[in-house]
C-alpha cells in the first residue's frame, strides 16, 4: 500500500496531520515555509523534529537545504541530518537535483549517500535525471526520489511512465523509495499507486478529499445541485 506523507510548513497544521495515523510522513520546503511565515529555519525545523520524535515515532521529516553552491549544500545537509540523530528521529534531507545554475546535484547526492545520510531528491522532473540520481544513491541506504507529477503534467506530460520505469531500474532489493510530488487532485493518489510508487505527499486540503473515495457518484451529484441552489437562495437571486 502507497505510503501517505503530509506536505507543509505550518507547525498547526503538522500537529493536526501528526494525529492522522494513515500520516507516516512530512515533507516541506522553503517556499513552503514562507508561505507559512517560518523565519526561522532552525527554530522552525528543530520544533518540528522534537514534537514528531515525541508524539510521531516512526514517521519521517524531510528538510531541505536552501545554499545553491556545493559546499554550502553539503554544509547544510550535515547539520539538518544532526538534528536528526539530537532527537533520535528519521529526518531526511532534501537535496533539489540541480542548483539556480542548473549545475546537477549528483555529486553532493553520492557524497551524502556515502555518509549514509538519508537524502530526499528534489524537483526531479525527467528520466534523464532519474537514471542520474538512482546512479548516485547507495541501494543500501534509505533515500527518496521525489518526482514532481504535478507540474510534469502541467507542462502537458503524462508523468506515470517516467516513474514506471524508474522504478524499473531501482534494483529490487533498493532501499530507495519513489514519491509522487506537487500533488494537484485526490485521484493523483490513485495514480500514483498504479505506477507503482512507494508515497505520495499531499497537502492537508487534498488528504480530506480522500474520505470521498467510494462515494456514491449520485449523491455527489445531488450534494453539489443542493450546494448551488442554497448558495443561489442565501445569495437572494433574482431574474
Do not use: H
Not at 507516516?24 to 523534529?49: C, E, H, W
Not at 532527537?87 to 553520492?110: A, C, E, F, Q, R
Amino acid at each position: 500500500m502507497i505510503k501517505l506523507f503530509a506536505d507543509g510548513a505550518d507547525m498547526n497544521g503538522i500537529i493536526e496531520a501528526a494525529a492522522n495515523p494513515n500520516i507516516v510522513g512530512f515533507t516541506t520546503n522553503p517556499t513552503l515555509m514562507r508561505q507559512a511565515g517560518v523565519t526561522d529555519y532552525t527554530s522552525f525545523a528543530k520544533t518540528a523534529i522534537k514534537y514528531l520524535a515525541e508524539q510521531r515515532p516512526g514517521t519521517s521529516l524531510s528538510l531541505e537545504v536552501f545554499a545553491d553552491d556545493y559546499e554550502n549544500m553539503l554544509k547544510q545537509a550535515r547539520i539538518i541530518d544532526s538534528w536528526g540523530e539530537e532527537y533520535n528521529y528519521d529526518v531526511y534531507v532534501k537535496i533539489p537535483v540541480m542548483n539556480t545554475k542548473s549545475s546537477p546535484s549528483y555529486g553532493l547526492i553520492s557524497q551524502l549517500a556515502g555518509e549514509g545520510i538519508k537524502v530526499n531528491v528534489t524537483a526531479v522532473f525527467t528520466t534523464y535525471q532519474v537514471v542520474n540520481v538512482l546512479n548516485n544513491l547507495r541501494n543500501d541506504i534509505p533515500s527518496i526520489v521525489s518526482v514532481f507529477s504535478g507540474r510534469i503534467a502541467d507542462a502537458g506530460v503524462d508523468p506515470m511512465p517516467i516513474i514506471e520505469q524508474g522504478i524499473k531500474d531501482r534494483d529490487e532489493n533498493s532501499k530507495i523509495e519513489f514519491l509522487w510530488a506537487s500533488t494537484r487532485e485526490a485521484y493523483n493518489y490513485k495514480q500514483a499507486e498504479q505506477c507503482g510508487c512507494d508515497i505520495i505527499t499531499m497537502t492537508p486540503d487534498l488528504i480530506k478529499k480522500l474520505k470521498n473515495f467510494g462515494k456514491d457518484l449520485n449523491q455527489y451529484s445531488l450534494e453539489t445541485v443542493k450546494m448551488f441552489y442554497d448558495d443561489a437562495t442565501k445569495s437572494g437571486f433574482t431574474i
